[in-house]
């Protein structure tokens, strides 16, 4: 008979947004092996390649990384290459729809704005056009 409510949020997972509590830990969680690297499901070109492998380092970097994400980042860079195409072309209108499923796909892995706060990272000032869209879409670096 299946649970009612919501699905429990994996641990790592709870470790890297900075919200795991002892009370709530699952001695018995199954833990998918990570991987050190990764590939995109779908051939990406230029900025949604480089956002593809920056995801997987910083996805890698929290020991969290499995074959499983490969679909997920894909999307999610997929979405940025299209955002910054817009913004580049000047349509605001598919800019925002993008960045907005952009920021969907990446609220997960704790690198969404709001999560990079609580950990602390430190501020930096965006230098150039690209940085400043960068740091729209993560926040602070």
Known sequence: MPRGGH?????RIREARGTAQPCRMNENEPTPDAVDALDPELPLEGQSLEMFNRLARSVGSLGILHSE???????AAMAYGGAF???????MVSFAKLSGEFRQLIAGYGLDPATMTKVGAAPRAPQSERE???AEFFGPN
């Open 69 to 75: 994400h490969a679909h997920k980042l894909t999307l």
């Open 7 to 11: 699905n429990s949020v994996p641990t």
């Open 132 to 134: 400043k869209l960068e």
């Open 85 to 91: 195409s817009s913004w580049q072309e000047g349509d």
